[in-house]
């Protein structure tokens, strides 16, 4: 049975009216969304959609001009730290930066804790054991400022899940990273959600990486969102009321593209993509 | 042997008092620096390492004014510029450009006009020097309480703050959503570095203080891999470098211009340059990039993946 039908699975977070009013600027209005236990979402939208907005809303780093996060039906702790990891957009790691993938991926077991971190065993163990997870063990005495960018994000969703969160929320963990590196995260990422019932909403800008494996998504645009299953969301009538503007939808070898139907003034359709990551992520993969 | 020995620790080093005193407070200075200053350069913080530098001279010349001991005023200066960079946030780009030009350079001119009024009092234009570049040899004994607890009260706010510094130097985003105050460990992060100047400043100079906080630390992280270790490496490097200066600095009163010693400052300064170009001969070993990819690239491609 799979989550979809299982409508008596009550959900893990519940996003419920939420609006964000920035500088007299509407980034996100009235957006609703759930996601269940062990889902995995995909978060898609054209950058500047609201994407990263609406993280931070559920992490609690921004709050919502308007509506309220719900986690297990009940308000959002102030602290959800232990409830929700976080691979934020972007890192940047100097080479020099004294610390392994393991320093990292044991900072996100205890640093947020004061006091000397004790050497234990079941401290070396448990990293030991996310480092496995995300299949980093060959780097983890590697400093992280020396990985490539897909290392870099596994030792990232590595720190991330050692505390055992229950939910999972990545922000474009995708970008920049080749196909095979891509690849590689989306089915780490997967894995995760599965095995250890760990619900994960990643976001990206191109949907294509993750249709294989999402359970659900949830398509931001102009501030507004819909979720549901792929062929529920990614569909003209409902991205077109997104956009506010007539939207065609592609399926090209079996590849997705969200392309603007407008007319220009001749009344000839204008198609450009939508999705900012169809152009890039295309020309990324011109050589595979 | 004991000639030899004799010839490269002069007689009477170990039982002169200004010697002692040089040995106790320049161990707790290299130690407090050697910790604080990984951090710092871990932080991207030596731009604000300076910047305290710089103002706590304007302190030490104030304190010298009034008769008071330098170290004081380099600590009260410190800790004073220290809460108004956070308050003002002068770590931002844009403000540094404004900081450097307009308030260090105020800062500094204050100090002179301090010296200048303080040598014409008291006619003794040693102080200037003593304030500017440090002399671990007319320290006066009677600081030295204060000068090793200071530098125990910053030892302990880092090893109270060590994993939530690295948290928030790592990612402050992370930080916040595990519910650190990313703001509050930055402003006690910075008033332990204005005692780690301090400390510095009283041993080899406010000018070059610095030196002491930076070149070890940035030594230690291209040696050692773990912040853990490269506090415990920078602390050593410093500790050597500062007992090599007083040592090089006894025995310079025998060198040429004869009865006047060469600073320990400069000594300290030049071996600590010294260990950092060292540090580039002793390469750190990077990890064989190539094979691990190969491990990487074939995990990648293995569609069943290993349980947790």
């Known amino acids: 049975m799979t989550p979809e039908q299982d409508h008596t699975h009550p959900d893990l977070l519940t996003l419920d009216g939420i609006s964000v009013q920035l500088g007299g600027r509407q980034i996100l209005r009235d957006v609703s969304f759930g996601i269940r236990p062990g889902e995995f979402t995909g978060l898609i939208g054209p950058n500047g959609a609201g994407k990263t907005t609406l993280l931070k809303v559920i992490l609690g780093l921004q709050p919502p001009t308007s509506g309220r996060v719900l986690l297990d039906g009940r308000p959002r702790p102030r602290r959800a730290g232990a409830v929700i990891g976080y691979v934020p957009q972007k890192i940047v790691v100097d080479p020099d930066m004294p610390l392994r993938a393991r320093d990292v991926v044991a900072l996100g077991l205890d640093g947020h804790k004061l006091g000397l971190p004790l050497p234990s065993k079941v401290r070396r163990e448990r990293v030991q054991e996310a480092l496995a997870a995300v299949n980093a063990e060959a780097y983890a005495d590697a400093r992280v400022g020396e990985l490539s960018g897909g290392e870099q994000q596994r030792v990232l969703i590595a720190h991330a899940v050692i505390s055992r969160p229950r939910l999972l929320l990545l922000d474009e963990p995708l970008a920049n990273l080749d196909l095979r590196s891509e690849q590689g995260i989306v089915a780490v990422l997967a894995r995760l959600a599965r095995e250890l019932d760990i619900a994960v909403l990643i976001s990206a800008h191109d949907m294509n990486p993750l249709m294989r494996d999402t359970d659900r998504i949830v398509y931001v645009a102009a501030g507004k969102a819909a979720a549901g299953r792929t062929d529920e969301v990614i569909k003209p009538e409902v991205l077109s009321a997104l956009y506010g503007s007539p939207v065609e939808v592609l399926h090209v070898h079996g590849r997705v593209l969200v392309l603007s139907g407008e007319e220009n003034r001749d009344g000839d359709p204008v198609h450009h993509p939508l999705d900012t990551g169809m152009v890039t992520g295309q020309a990324g993969r011109a050589g595979s | ?308």
């Open chain 2, 1 to 308: 042997m004991g000639h030899f020995f004799s010839y490269i620790v002069e007689p009477g080093f170990f039982s002169s008092q200004p010697v002692r005193t040089a040995f106790i407070v320049g161990t707790v200075v290299a130690i407090t620096s050697g910790v604080v200053g990984v951090l710092t350069v871990i932080r991207g913080q030596s731009f604000a390492g300076h910047s305290l530098a710089d103002v706590a001279t304007t302190g030490g010349a104030g304190a010298f004014l009034i008769g008071v001991s330098q170290f004081w005023g380099f600590l009260i200066a410190g800790v004073a510029a220290a809460a108004i960079m956070e308050a003002i946030g002068v770590q931002r780009r844009r403000g540094r450009d404004v900081a450097t030009g307009v308030v260090l350079g105020a800062a500094l001119g204050l100090a002179a006009l301090f010296l200048y009024l303080g040598t014409q009092t008291t006619s003794t234009t040693g102080a200037s020097f003593t304030i500017l570049f440090g002399s671990m040899f007319v320290i006066s004994p009677d600081t030295v309480p204060a000068l090793i607890a200071s530098g125990v009260i910053a030892l302990a706010v880092i090893a109270v703050l060590s994993r939530v510094l690295l948290l928030t130097s790592l990612s402050p985003e992370i930080a916040a959503a595990r519910g650190v105050s990313v703001r509050a460990v930055g402003a006690a992060y910075l008033a332990t570095l204005a005692v780690a100047v301090t400390l510095s400043a009283v041993a080899i100079g406010a000018v070059l203080s610095t030196a002491l906080l930076i070149g070890p630390a940035a030594t230690a992280l291209r040696l050692t891999r773990s912040p853990g270790r490269a506090m415990a490496v920078a602390a050593a490097i410093g500790t050597a470098t500062t007992w090599i200066g007083i040592l090089l600095a006894y025995d310079s009163f025998d060198w040429p211009p004869k009865q006047h010693g060469w600073p320990v400052s400069f000594f300290v300064v030049a071996l600590v340059l010294i260990a950092y170009l060292l540090s580039y001969v002793r390469r750190t070993r990077r990890r064989p990039a190539s094979s691990a990819e190969l491990t990487d690239t074939t995990q990648e491609g293995t569609p069943a993946c290993s349980p947790v």
